[in-house]
């Protein structure tokens, strides 16, 4: 008689690839082993919260906010998307990553230059982030070349492989310049402009709760003591100059501390506007996720959409 085949399911993480990118090292810092964890590359940031949609992923990484460049526009217009094409995921964690920044080229003996040499080199690849995020050392050095953006770092260091074309070069992590089908070598290292230059990801999930309905037990102290950030997305009416006033005033009310607040367009008409709010509190206080909290920014604002708490980090 044969003994029974014992399975174990691994929990699966998606994020923005190819295997090398910011968001593969995030993956891999917060989830990290191969018996417990299977990693699912996705190539944009709508893929990976489509996978989680979908069932493909437990989890997925996506960029949220950089220390020196700001939030990650992409990440929130997919979120705001008027289609609601993710409605069943939520944030649930966050994870903080230290960001340097190296240009990659061909190897020198592929080329026959010096690796010095930067005046060749006429096109540079790579995240629109990441650009921004080294803006002094491109402009004292590569002025000259043109920008191409790509859906990631290491999709970048990937196009300048497969070019094969020397006057290419891509900013990327180290890590990128080992790519599926070779290796590029380091043509300048740690050019990001902050070198204390840090990149904050989001971790999704499919919801567990409604954002309308949270109760904890009185004996959960350990729950409900901890400080817990939250992210929301508000839509007040652009004909109303005091709507935004009253919003935010019902954060005030409630104690709650706002760490962040984005605009960006609102889809709906010319200037209009939509305002992504990150706030933070304890879960003993029933502004974070209270059922009153909401039914007053419901008044307020023409929409509110919920986009869940979890323990600040």
């Known amino acids: 008689m044969s003994s029974p ?3 174990t399911h691994r ?10 990118s910011f968001s ?3 993956a891999k810092l917060k989830y990290y082993g191969p018996e417990e964890y299977r990693y699912v590359a996705c190539s944009t940031i709508k893929e990976v919260l489509a996978t989680i949609e979908s069932g493909g992923a437990d989890k997925g990484v996506v960029p949220f906010e950089n220390s ?10 997919m979120l705001l998307d008027p289609a609601k094409p993710f409605p069943s995921i939520v944030v649930g964690d966050e994870i903080y990553l230290p960001i340097r920044h190296f240009l990659l080229g061909l190897f020198p003996d592929k080329i026959g230059i010096p690796l010095t ?16 995020q080294c803006e002094r050392f491109l402009g004292a050095n590569l002025s000259h070349a043109t920008r191409h953006e790509t859906s990631s770092t290491a999709q970048a260091a990937a196009v300048v492989f497969d070019t094969n074309n020397p006057d290419f070069a891509a900013l990327a992590s180290e890590e990128a310049k080992i790519t599926p089908r070779g290796a590029l ?3 300048a290292a740690n050019i990001e402009d902050d070198h204390a230059n840090v990149t904050r990801f989001l971790v999704f999930q499919k919801a567990v709760y409604h954002s309308d309905d949270f109760v904890f037990n009185d004996d959960d102290v350990e729950t409900r003591c901890v400080m817990h950030k939250a992210l929301l997305m508000f839509r007040t009416d652009f004909s109303d100059p005091t709507a935004l006033g009253r919003v935010l005033e019902i954060f005030r009310g409630y104690g709650l501390d706002i760490k962040n607040i984005q605009s960006r367009p609102g889809r709906v008409h010319a200037w209009s506007k939509v305002f992504f709010v990150e706030y933070q509190g304890t879960m003993d206080h029933e502004g974070v996720v209270g059922h009153q909290f909401f039914i007053e920014l419901r008044r ?6 919920f986009f869940g708490f979890w323990p600040r980090a």
Do not use: C, K, W
């Open 117 to 132: 040499d930067l005046t060749r080199i006429s096109r540079v690849f790579s995240h629109p982030q990441a650009f921004g």
């Open 11 to 20: 929990m699966r993480i998606a994020y923005l690839g190819p295997d090398g």
């Open 185 to 187: 070598q380091v043509l």
């Open 68 to 77: 020196s460049n700001g939030s990650v526009s992409m990440t929130l217009d």
């Open 300 to 305: 307020s604002a023409v929409e509110v959409r």
């Open 24 to 26: 593969s090292q995030a």
């Open 5 to 7: 085949v014992i399975t």
